[in-house]
């Protein structure tokens, strides 16, 4: 009989950690930069620097986005891409996802041009927000709000 009740008792331990240590270690699972709100994400990026909404900054997004699972968006920055005036970075943020930044593309003069181009994802409607770096340590920023629909229908 002592048997019976000690393998008992190992299977019931056995069960009970493998359903508690599994959810604690999630509840305690640090918050990465994947995890992080949208002015967390800004903060990240510019060091708590201000940004400027600038004219400089040109992005191209639909209004009405039929799946939000291929988004297209496009930026563009009037910048002449020299040695001494260029821009360094070009960041994407979608304000509503679980994942904020979609986007950190890096740049150098030898760009030419500072434009990108991608396919985002959207899970609902919401503003995307494009911050600009410069090599002058400047943000600018430009933003489009967004509608994701099923169908295309507003």
Do not use: W
Not at 37 to 65: C, L, Q, W, Y
Not at 134 to 144: I, M, N, P, V, W
């Amino acid at each position: 009989m002592q048997r019976r009740s000690f393998l008992r008792g190992i299977g019931i331990a056995a069960a009970v950690s493998a359903v508690v240590t599994p959810t604690m270690v999630m509840a305690a699972a640090p918050k990465g930069p994947n995890n992080l709100g949208f002015d967390a994400a800004v903060n990240a990026i510019t060091g708590g620097k201000k940004v400027t909404v600038s004219s400089k900054v040109h992005m191209r997004a639909p209004e009405i986005a039929e799946n939000g699972a291929v988004v297209p968006i496009t930026v563009t920055v009037d910048s002449p891409m020299t040695d001494s005036d260029y821009i360094r970075a070009i960041h994407i943020l979608a304000s509503k996802n679980g994942n904020v930044r979609c986007v950190d593309v890096m740049l150098t003069p030898a760009n030419g041009i500072a434009m990108f181009a991608a396919r985002i994802k959207l899970g609902t409607s919401q503003d995307v927000v494009a911050i600009v770096e410069t090599s002058k340590g400047e943000f600018l920023r430009a933003s489009q709000n967004v509608k994701v629909t099923i169908g295309g229908c507003g």
